[in-house]
Every structure is written in C-alpha cells, then in structure tokens.
C-alpha cells in the first residue's frame, strides 16, 4: 500500500511538479495577450478569402456557405448523398456530422439576416461584403470562445516568465490565423476541443478530455492525426492502475467509463444520422464522403514525403490507389510507432505532447491524402510543448507557416498578411528569449541548426518573389518549398522522437 | 562635453533597453503593414492633394491653391516635408502629384503613402530611444525591477508605452495622419529642456510649431518654464545680466537673446518663402469661420456647454416659453459651419481664448514659482500637459485628434508616482475611447475594440508590475469610469443604432462626448 501510494504521489507530483497554482494577478498579461491575439486576426480578415472573385468553384469560403445552404435546405438523409438537389462535386459535404450541425446553426441565422445567402441552388458564388464581414465574424467568435482561452490555459501556469511574452507568443502563432482568417476555415473549433482535451487528460479530468476530444474528431476527422497518442496514454493509464496492485478494478472501471464515453458521444453525435435512412444509409454515405481513397496519394504541392518522392519516382504512375493508401499506412504507423510505444510505456506530460506532436507530424509527412493545411494539426501540439520547449516549438511554427506559402501567396493573395505574422511572431519569440533567460538556448549550435532547418525554404520563398519562375517549370517555387520544408519536417520527426526517448534535451 | 555627445555617452551607459525598443519598433512596423489596406479617411486624400500641390505648383501657389476642398492649412515645415515626399513619390506613381487627379488611390499610391508615414515614425522611435538613455530619471528608483545601467525598468515600459500607443496606432496608420513623427519631436524637445538642454530644446519645439501649429497649446507653459528656469538665475559675475532683485536672480540676456534668437531663426527659414503671401498663409492656418465645435464634438467643456442649451431649448418648447427658432441651435447637423446658441450666450472666438488664458492663469503662475521652490524634474512636461489640457477643454474648433497632444505626456509622466499613474489610467482609456467614432467601419471596428482592450491592460499590467500596491485595490487600477465604458460602447455602437435609427443619429456620438 505505502508503495501504491508512493507511485500515485510521484504521478501526481510528476504532473503538478512544475505548475504554480492559479491566481488572479496573471490575468491582465493573459486578457491583453488575448486581446492582441484577437487584433491580428481581425487585422488579417478584410484580406481576400480563399477563392475570392474566381467562379465556377470559388474556393473553401465557398465550400463553407455551401454547407449552409445544404444543410438548411436539405433532411439529414440526404446531406451526404449525391442528388439532383445536392451535387457532391460542387464542395459536397466531406467533413463529420458535427460540423454539418454547425453548418446547419450558422445557416439558419445567416437566412435570417439575408435569405439569398443560403437560398438553395441560387445563392452559389455568394461573395457580397456584408456576406463576407457575417462570415468573418463567425470564424472570430468561434476562435474567441473555443480556440484562444484554451491556448491562454495551456501557458497560463507555467513558470517562464514574463507571461505577457510568453502568452503572446502562443496568441501570435502565424499558421492559424492565416488560414481560418485569411483563407477560411474552421479549424479552430476541431483544434481547441482538442488541446482542451490534452490539457484535460493531463490534469486527470480524462472522462472530460475523452469527451472534448471525440467532439473534435467529429468535427473534423482530421483529428484522427492526435488520436493515438491520446489513445495509447490512456491505455498506458488504464496499465499503471492495473499494475500497481492495489485496486486492479480502478483500471477496469476507467477502461470501461472510456469506452463508454466515446461511444456515447459518437451515438449522440451521430444519432441523427443513423435515424435518418434505414439500413444506415445515410452514415455509411458519410463514411464514404469522409475517407475518400478515390482522391490519390496526394494533390498540388504538399510538404509530405509523398510528394518529395514523387519528384524522382513518379508514384502515382506506378502504384495503384488502393496499394498506395496501404502503403501510406504501413509508413504512417512505422513512423510514429516509437512515440506511441513511448506514451504506452510511461504515460506522462511531457511523453504526451511530444508523443503528439510526432505522431501528428508523422501523419502529416505519410499518410494518404494529406492536405497543406493539416499542418495546422501539429502546429497547435507545438503551441501545447511552448513551455517546454520553446525554441523547438516556435521554430516548427514558423516552419509550418513558411510551408503554406504557396498556398496563401500565389493562390489566395494572402502575401502580405503572412509576411506581417510570421514577422511580429519572429519579434515576440525574439523579445521572449530575450527577457526569459531560464529558456534561452543553450548554445549557439542550436540557434544554428533551427536557421539551417528554415535557410532553404525561405531561399525558395525569396527566390519565388523576385525571380519569375521558368515557363518549362511553372510550380518550380512551389516546389522547391515543399521539398526543403519536407526535409526540415523529417528532422523536427526526428528530434520530436529523440527527445521523447531522452536521448536528447530540447530545452 | 558638446550635447550630441554627451546624449551618446549617456546612451552607451545605460544600454540594454535599446534592443528592446528596436526589436519593439519593428514588430510593429509589420503590425502597420498588415494595416496598410484598411480603411482610410478623407485624411489620405489630403495628403495626396498636398503631395500634388507642393510637387506641381510654385511655391507662391502653395497657399494660395483651392482646386481641391483639402487646401494646405499646416506651417511651411510640413509643407517642405510633403515636398520632399513627392520627389520620392514620382517615382513610384506620378498620378497622384496631378492636382486635378482629385481622389486618386491606386495601389501604388496607398502603400507609398501608408509606408511613409511608418517611415516617418523614426522620429518617434528616436524619441523613445532617447527615453531608454535618460540616465538619473524617477526609473532609478526603482532599478531593482529589471534594470539595467542606471535605467530601471519604468524607462523601458514608457517607451514601450508610447511606441504602441493605441491612439497613434489607429489615428496615424489607419485613419491616416502624422502624428508620430510629431509626437517624437514633441517628446524629443521636452526631454532635452528637462535635462537642461534648453537651446536644443527649443530648437526642436520651434521646428515643431512650424510642422503642426496645435503645438501652439503647449507654447505659453514652454515659454514660462525656459524664462523663468533657464534665462533666470544666479550667474557668475562675467555674465551679461539684468538684476531682478524681486526674484532673486537675474535675467541672462545672453541665454535669452539665444533662445529667442533660434525660434526666430527657425521661424526666417519656414516664412521667408512665403514673406509676401503672409496673411493668406495666416488665414489658412487659423480658420476662424469653422465654428466652436466640429462635426463630431471634441469631448470638452464646449460639449457640455452645447448639451446644456439644447436640453434647455428642448424643455423650454415643451414648456411653451420658447419658439423654435430655425437655424438655431443645428450644431447636431454633423456640419462644419458657425452656428447660434438656442437658449445659453453664443460663443465667439474671443471669449474661448479669454477662458483658456483665465484657466492657464494658475498653472502658468504654479509654472513660475514651483511649490517646492525649486522646479522638479517633471514641472516641465507637467505644466505641458495642463496647458494643452485647458486649450483643449477651452479652444475654438478644438479636433478630438487633440488629445493625441496630452496622451504621449501623460505616458512619460506615467511613472513618476502612483498618483501619475492613477490619473494615467483614468485618463488615457477614456481619451483613446473618444477616438472611437474616427474609425466606424466594420472590420476596422473589430481591430479597434480588441487593440483598445490588449492596450488597456497592458498600462493597467505595467502600473501594476511598478506600483505592486495598486493591485490590492482593484479599482483604482482600472476605476469605474473606465468600466463604464464598455456599457456606452454597447449603447452607442449597438443599441441606440438599433433603437433610434433613422432618426437622431447624431445622439451616440454625443453620447460619447459627453461621456468622455
């Protein structure tokens, strides 16, 4: 018993080890910190959206008003099927059921301000000013309440000081903002329901965590990428109680209150669709929508492995569709197995994030069908490991921003925007180091090797801006990005696992 | 030592802060980028006409030139500067130096005018420099908290403080004006005369008064101060001196010749040119037929004032006891123009200029004999900043944008005590709230609410990292004047839009003004 109650206490000291408990004071650095974090982005909305001005497909903020008119107009059964009034290949619908719900609030408050935004099959390329500051403000409020605190609560009590810096730091990450605010989307809702339910597992909440997190999978499944690591921490949990001897049934019990939570959460979550069509018809067609192998290994130009080795090999004549996806797979698996293994071993914080942060990084670089906005996924991991380690973190964020250049530049006009973020982050990380000598890097290799990591990629990204790009060779710049930022992501893979198994110290 | 070089010796002691303002200033600079596509007012189309007129005409047409409604009402200075921005912007767009190109914005246009006015920050980024150096103020006492040579902390938070300030952020690189380069010489004037380095600074605020007259406000506290603390004194015998036994000194002819014979020659270079077109140059710069109030009321006594005489002409027809007279009392048209009062006297020129110099009676005599005997180190910015205050509750068409004078010297005051900081907080929320009605469009309102709130709390953050007493009162550090904001924001922004529309539109902004 004295030994059960040992290893509990070193778990919940390991926990609480490094964490100041909450008071008020620090709450005017973190509101002004907020507050600043919500001046960029309301700064970066009159920028043009994704698609702006460009029929027939417009772009995702088309997509998105899309979904409105759909899931307004249309019965549940037939949202994700393809029908005369419903056309899957105009933007169908290809994310989960909650986003759909989502879709559906936002539709229903949009046609009371304006009926035409959403009128079924007349409203298409609906791009007014008044339409676009209505959109805008949804992405703001949603960043606001659901986004944003959770990344004030992930620093809020860590030690390094000063919190305004450090706080500002984690509101001025440059990826999100460019791309929920400037191109449109809404990741923030799928990746706060997520880091909340990292925070949550680590301060033991799990039935809490467990619950936010399968919410973000149903939001977008993207966040499938932070799945196993969560998985495999809880699992590893469930063993440590099973083997500590003393109450074997705690460890069932959790297990199972899991297990129940996930799926209760997935049946009210999906309750409407399965009730909609009989056989299940309609949540088998979302199934189909949702995974898409008929898409191929990958699309334009994306930092992923994939994509590096389809420049000397071409992949996609050489392997079929189905092949490639078990391929992917095979690979995702392999690369993020160590840092799984980890989490399972030792469950902890810092076994967590960084188990996070490669597993998504390594679903980014593999798998099947990876978009350049995914990089979001282990950008926001990176925001989570800010406190512990800084430098690797705010080095991989701007690399993550960097990677998405020819997406915000050359195809969405978004230039300027991303120039001004990633500067003011680089100035905010400066001032941080600065003032936080208990964080600064140990020695001038470090900085060194972080400025190699980015030397290539912004050389492209400068190339891009003054050269013109040859006519044999139009996506050259594009190009060159993508593969210096997929090498450089390799790396940050490698150091993520390294630094989980402690052969290395990242601080 | 000469003063270049003693301000440079001064700078390399008390390093350490310098890399901060730097690294400060250009983090900003990319935060004004990322503004330079958003909404502009009529200010940038005055600019482009001043930029055409001093590139395309001769310079005794610049006063006198009216193709456009934006004619040049600033001192010669600015218009030298205009000048030697248009020879930059040929080429870059050449549309915008034709005269009758009225309203021309091309995307050239824009981003040359947009950077220029980052550029011209410099100044204030010196200024702020200059405030990091400032070996011996009121941050030595407190140079435990972080400080580094003989700055403490408080130096570094002013100067961030003024750097970011939220009213120059939305007023000069949204709306679109100058003001931080004013500002900068400003600040960069008042610090040399508190260190004692009259002569430069009278140098740099004669230089500054011909930039933007509205610098005038602080001139009579200025004026004081160097006569009484600079040209009178005990001097040695070998100095040529006026004895004043009454006061105990005597007067330097020597120091007041030279400080009398800089503004002068300050004043030569900026009139020479213009010495035949003098009163038109006059009647430009000091309009006295746009009425007691602009279009949208600065928030001073006048507003009161006005408020007053209409709710006496409202309650006096209800009553019966007045007629409605037309053309009377329309001061809520949104019209620049003159106009009677209903009920109370109507106010003419002379009677706000002999209410300003009544109120600055006390604080110019308060300038002349300090309570202490002898002048503090900051009687100089205090009596400033009181002076432009009354101009500004009593002038004649006073512009919101005036408080941008007093806001910059409230934030160098800002750390002398807790009671500086207390009237800081108190007064810079409400006076950066009144600029609110000058950016009304939609996203523009998003990023000034949220800059208005980071702003706020981070004063009421850097007050109570110096003054840690502060914080077991919540509310003297953010005092309920200042809560009171948020619900007239709703009201004015939101409610009273929705409830009263179309009619009264002019009731949230005189709302605000009153308020404020």
Redesign the interface.
């Known amino acids: 018993q004295q030994q059960q109650s040992k290893s509990s206490n070193s778990l919940k000291a390991s926990c609480t080890r490094r964490y100041m408990a909450p008071n008020w ?1 620090p709450l ?2 973190l ?6 974090g ?3 982005r ?6 043009p959206h994704s698609g702006q001005s460009r029929p027939p497909m417009f772009g995702d903020y088309e997509a998105q008003r899309h979904w409105q008119e759909v899931t307004t107009a249309l019965p549940v059964s037939e949202w994700y099927i393809n029908s005369s009034r419903n056309d899957l290949l105009y933007w169908g619908l290809d994310y989960p059921p909650l986003s759909a719900y989502h879709s559906l609030a936002l539709g229903y408050r949009a046609a009371a301000i304006n009926a035409s935004w959403v009128a079924l099959g007349s409203s298409r390329g609906e791009q007014s000013p008044p339409h676009k ?1 209505w959109m ?2 949804t992405v ?1 409020t949603s960043d606001l309440f659901i986004h944003l605190p959770v990344l004030l609560a992930s620093v809020a009590y860590s030690p390094v000081s000063p919190l ?1 810096l450090l706080s500002a730091v984690a509101m001025l990450s440059p990826g999100q903002p460019l791309v929920d605010h400037g191109h449109f989307q809404y990741n923030c809702i799928s990746l706060g329901l997520a880091a909340a339910a990292h925070l949550l597992v680590l301060r033991r909440r799990r039935l809490l965590g467990t619950c936010l997190f399968c919410l973000a999978l149903n939001y977008k499944q993207m966040a499938l990428y932070h799945s196993l690591p969560l998985f495999c921490h809880l699992l590893g949990d469930c063993c440590n109680l099973l083997l500590s001897a003393a109450a074997p049934w705690r460890a069932v019990r959790l297990l199972c209150s899991l297990a129940a939570v996930v799926l209760a959460t997935f049946l009210l979550v999906w309750s409407p669709l399965l009730a909609a069509a009989p056989n299940g018809r309609a949540a088998l067609a979302a199934l189909q929508r949702l995974f898409p192998i008929g898409r191929g290994l990958f699309e334009d130009h994306v930092a992923n492995v994939w994509c590096t080795i389809n420049v000397v090999v071409k992949l996609k004549t050489i392997i079929s569709q189905g092949a490639a996806a078990a391929v992917a797979a095979v690979a995702t698996l392999a690369a993020c197995a160590p840092a799984l293994v980890r989490c399972l071993y030792r469950p902890g914080r810092s076994a967590l994030l960084f188990a996070s942060f490669a597993a998504s990084l390594a679903f980014f670089l593999f798998s099947y069908q990876a978009h350049e906005k995914s990089i979001l996924l282990p950008a926001m991991s990176a925001v989570l490991l800010l406190p512990e380690a800084p430098l690797f973190a705010c080095s991989f964020q701007l690399l993550a921003a960097i990677s998405m250049w020819p997406l915000l530049a050359y195809k969405d006009g978004l230039a ?2 991303t ?3 990633a ?2 982050f680089v ?2 990380v ?2 941080l180091f ?1 003032w936080s000598p208990s964080i600064r890097p140990a020695s001038r290799l470090v900085v060194a090797l972080h400025a190699c990591l980015h030397a290539p990629a912004l050389a492209a990204v400068l190339a891009g801006a003054v050269l013109p790009a040859p006519a044999s060779l139009p996506y050259l710049y594009s190009l060159l990005v993508s593969v210096s930022c997929c090498a450089a992501f390799c790396v940050f893979l490698l150091l993520a696992h390294l630094r989980l198994w402690r052969l290395i110290d990242l601080a | 030592m000469s003063f270049a070089a003693q301000w440079i010796t001064m700078a390399k002691n008390a390093s350490g802060f310098h ?2 303002v730097i ?2 200033a ?2 900003l ?3 004004k ?6 909404y502009y007012s009529t200010d940038f189309e005055v600019h482009r006409n001043w930029l055409a007129i001093t590139h395309s005409l001769p310079l005794s047409k610049w006063y006198s030139e009216n193709t456009s409604q934006w004619t040049l009402d600033y001192p010669p200075y600015f218009a030298y500067f205009e000048w030697s921005l248009s020879q930059l912007a040929a080429l870059v767009d050449p549309g915008m130096l034709n005269v009758s190109n009225l309203n021309y914005a091309s995307g050239a246009t824009v981003m040359f005018q947009r950077v220029s006015v980052i550029v011209s920050d410099a100044a204030l980024v010196a200024a702020c420099l200059a405030i990091v150096s400032d070996v011996g103020g009121a941050a030595s006492k407190s140079a435990t908290r972080g400080g580094r040579g003989g700055v403490g902390a408080p130096a570094l938070w002013t100067a961030l403080l003024l750097l970011c300030n939220f009213g120059l952020l939305i007023v000069d690189h949204i709306h679109f004006q100058y003001n931080g380069m004013l500002t900068g010489l400003l600040i960069g004037s008042l610090l040399c005369i508190r260190r004692g380095h009259a002569k430069a600074g009278a140098l740099l605020f004669a230089a500054l008064l011909n930039f933007k007259h509205i610098y005038l406000y602080c001139a009579p506290a200025l004026f004081v101060y160097l006569l009484r603390h600079y040209c009178i004194g005990r001097f040695s015998t070998g100095h040529l001196a006026v004895k004043l036994p009454a006061i105990g000194g005597s007067l330097s002819v020597a120091r007041l010749a030279s400080l009398g014979g800089i503004v002068l020659a300050v004043l030569a270079t900026s009139l020479a040119p213009f010495a035949y077109h003098i009163p038109q140059l006059l009647s430009r710069l000091f309009p006295f037929k746009r009425g007691l109030c602009h279009a949208y009321w600065a928030p001073n006594f006048w507003t009161l004032y006005n408020c007053l005489d209409k709710l006496l002409e409202i309650v006096g027809c209800r009553l019966g006891l007045l007629t409605k007279q037309p053309g009377v009392g329309v001061m809520t048209g949104g019209l620049v123009e003159e106009f009677e009062h209903a009920v109370l006297p109507s106010i003419r020129p002379v009677h706000t200029f002999l209410l300003t110099a009544l109120f600055l009676l006390p604080i110019l005599y308060r300038t002349w004999s300090p309570v202490s005997g002898k002048p503090s180190r900051t009687l100089c910015i205090e009596s400033a900043v009181l002076c432009a205050w009354t101009a500004y509750n009593f002038g004649w068409h006073v512009h919101e944008k005036a408080i941008l004078l007093i806001i910059p010297l409230l934030i160098l005051l800002m750390f002398e005590s807790e009671f500086h900081a207390r009237l800081a907080l108190l007064v810079l929320p409400i006076g950066h709230f009144s600029l609110f009605p000058l950016l009304f469009t ?2 523009e309102c ?2 000034k609410y ?2 208005f ?3 706020t ?2 004063t ?2 850097a007050v ?1 990292l110096e003054f840690p007493a502060l ?1 077991s009162a919540p509310s003297r550090l953010l005092p309920p004047c200042v809560i009171g904001l948020a619900p007239l924001l709703l009201a004015s922004d939101w409610l009273l839009p929705q409830l009263l529309a179309p009619r009264l539109p002019f009731l949230p902004l005189m709302l605000t003004s009153l308020y404020c």
């Open positions: 004071q005017l650095p509101l002004s910190a907020l507050c600043l919500l001046a960029l309301a700064a970066v909305a009159p920028y500051l805008r403000g703001l305004l300027l925007p120039v001004c973020c500067g003011v100035i905010a400066g001032l600065r | 890399t901060d690294l400060v250009t983090g600079t990319f935060l980028l990322l503004f330079s596509q958003l939609s996203y998003w990023i949220s800059l709130a980071s702003y709390l981070a009421a953050h109570s914080l």
